[in-house]
Structures are given as C-alpha cells and as structure tokens.
C-alpha cells in the first residue's frame, strides 16, 4: 500500500532540513541541486514545492518565524515586565543554537543581497511585524520603538555569537541585556 503523505507537513519537514544546511554552507554556496540532494529528492520534486531557491528561502524564514513566535508567546506567561523579561532572556539561552544558526543564515543572506531587495520584500517586512509584534506581546509593552530596538540588541548579540573570537559567552551578553532591560523597564515604564 502507497504512503500516504502530508504535503504541508513534507514541506514544512524539507525547510527544517535546509535550516541546517543554509546555517552551515550559507545560502549563496547551496545550488538547487544540492539543495535537492541533500534533502534526498529529485530537483523537480523540489521544484514542485518551491518554485526557486529564494522562494524556498522566503518559506523558511516565514516557518521559522511563525516557530519563534509561538516560543515567544509560551515565554510571555510572566505576570510582571520583570518577569517577562526574564523569560525572554531564558528563552534566548535554552535555545541558542538555533537563534544563532538564524543569524548566520541572515548574515550570509545579506552579504549576497541588495539592502533595497530585502528591505521590499514583502515576505521579510511582514517576518520583521511579527517579530517587532512578538516583542511587543512578549514583554507587553506598547512603544513599538522600543520592540524594535529589543529586537535589535538580541540580533546584535546573535551576530557576534558567529564570530570566531568571542569576549564574553552568550550567557553573560544575555545577562547582561535582562539585567539592562530590566533597569531600563524599573525607570521608563514602570506602571
């Protein structure tokens, strides 16, 4: 009897694939056809699923995206901003590897791509919402501004965590940012 098989889920099964790979080879050094190789699949089945390399890119960062923002949303069960914000931080450091597999993917995606091209991309400004959105949700504050800048400081040490030579571990930079977070919300928005 033939296998049955979920299309939605094969898919969403072949972008946690090319997570890895993109993370470890960079996207501009991934062919189509190594990309189809590694995933065990014939180019046109990968091509049934994605109709080019940048849309399977577009799929994955919405995917990844949409996982992060449920952990975030799981995270955000603090009562106070201090606690949130804590959790933030513990959610940063129980899942490091895969936050800083993000930023190597993104690093190496910028460095091949016109700023223009991925500030107009429809796909990557609705990814940059949901993340401003989850900050937003996450430690319930309402300044957009300052979600934003969050996001910012946390891509700002995910970028460094891929760098050869470090001075302080991930640990410490997230400690460091909970501890500053939190003296920040103790004076601004304390309610």
């Not at 094969?10 to 960079?26: I, M, T």
């Not at 995917?63 to 603090?78: H, S, T």
């Not at 891509?155 to 302080?168: A, F, H, S, V």
Request: hydrophobic share 40%; with cysteine; glycine share 4%.
């Amino acid at each position: 009897m033939p296998k049955i098989v979920d299309p939605e889920q094969y898919r969403k099964e072949l972008l946690h694939q090319c997570f890895d790979l993109f993370a470890d080879k960079g996207y501009a050094n991934v062919t189509t056809r190594q990309l189809s190789k590694a995933l065990g699949i014939s180019t046109g089945a990968m091509y049934h699923y994605f109709s080019s390399k940048q849309v399977l890119f577009e799929q994955l960062v919405e995917e990844v995206c949409f996982q992060d923002v449920q952990l975030f949303k799981m995270a955000a069960r603090g009562h106070t901003l201090s606690d949130r914000i804590e959790a933030l931080g513990n959610l940063l450091l129980e899942h490091e590897e895969h936050f800083v597999k993000q930023a190597t993917i993104w690093v190496d995606f910028y460095q091949h791509h016109a700023l223009v091209e991925i500030n107009e991309n429809p796909v990557f400004q609705q990814v940059d919402q949901r993340y401003q959105q989850a900050m937003i949700d996450l430690l319930g504050i309402s300044d957009l501004k300052l979600a934003r800048f969050i996001w910012t400081l946390i891509n700002g040490i995910l970028i460094e965590q891929t760098e050869e030579e470090d001075y302080l571990s991930f640990e410490d930079k997230i400690h460091l940012l909970v501890q500053m977070l939190t003296a920040y919300s103790e004076k601004h928005l304390a309610t």
